[in-house]
């Protein structure tokens, strides 16, 4: 198996066992991790009713969750292997997702140093790919 | 009744609707409205299992949600009586708050113009004021 | 002499060393230390066209060193004594300051942990109080 | 001349107009323009002791500062070919650049709709192209 499956059946395993916990990622159980490793993590999935805003589209908390856990996903496939802490995150609101479309959350690690690392995550319409929300988060990842 | 009673009021009955509809707030179920009117909204709320991360304190993705619609209920009281977009939402994370632990979640208007509102919200555990994170939100409320 | 008294001559000499060393802090050479101490420091300026940018008002970029470097002063006259190093910096701008007005700029330290440290900065206009931008710092302060 | 001639031709002159003007870009006077063109620019610059702070790096108000106006210049390369007026920015500081080393400021339009337009800049070294800083940009183009 090459790294990057093994980064993939890792990460898989972290979501799954996350979202079937009693905690606050089970707001993530229709997330589907499609690849994962080297400091990077791209999930899919298709906005519900469940998501929603009273504008019928994707709600910015959900939005800033999926920034906050595909990041911290991302980050766990690096050579540290470490989870951190939140530190800041920041979301830039480009365009609304509306129910029933698919997006993909692709996140990668910018940089990860002795104690802080740094990671993107670019949010985008599956179908033509334009871009809906960019977030970033800082964590620490010290003792 | 007052102007502030008045905004109480109406915010509790707009929180009520939120999280009783088929949408992404219900995750906000157990979030109790104190004081709210005049651009300024203050809730409370006990962390639960429901709200944790895998440490066992309330997860990012949590605290981005309680920013994101405590303003967003702050600014419905203001003049201008608007919801707004989203288009930059920050969050600083300073001290976790466990699974047990009760916090305010207190959210002001700092400036509507025309185009634009700009909210921070502050979110303090409640036995001693001690701030655990603060949270910015930029909206657009124009047409 | 007071320990508020202490912090604000201590950081009075820290802004003149830095003003007259060759560096980017020169740009600085006009700001007035007001009061500082226990991780505040509030400062003023009369915005000139040296600060401006084409639309005859302070340019950003002035804005986001004066959050930088006002609350790095704050921040050495916490109990820490640190500097610290930049982690995250960010600035909503909310009202333009035009040449001629003189603002006050106000940094507070929001906490100090052992490794980071969060500052917030208000720039106000000083003839009214009126809000022009916010700025918020996180710097790393550990070894 | 072909379209990305004529807009690097185009940001060469806004840049030396600025500079020359007393504002506060002239502290970018050494900054050089090496391509332009459809709401994207990228520059270059040696960091020197003008630039500094105390430990003798860039200083994150000069960072800030480059973030600001290298962003404006490639949204005035975009289709609206608008400079807009600033509503959110925000720096991850990485890695410190060193005094004498050359840096590169890649900033471009993540999006540009009818009110709002979306930037983002990565400051780099240039000698192996090293992150040291990504900013982003949220600016007002509507009227």
Redesign the interface.
Known sequence: MSGTQKGLQFIKQVVEA?VK???????LNKVKVITGGNGQCVCEMIVT???????GTL????T???V??VSTWALLTSDKQV?G????????????AKVGEEILIDAKT??V?N??A?L?VDITRKADGT?LA?G?H?K?I?S
Chains 1, 2, 3, 4 share one sequence.
């Open positions: 996350s916990t009693r905690c606050f990622e089970s707001v009713e469940d998501d929603q805003n009273r504008g709600h910015g908390g959900m800033a969750t999926l906050d856990a989870a802490v939140s530190v800041d995150m920041g979301i830039s609101y480009m365009k609304a910018l940089r140093g104690r802080l740094f993107t871009l960019q970033k800082t620490f010290g």
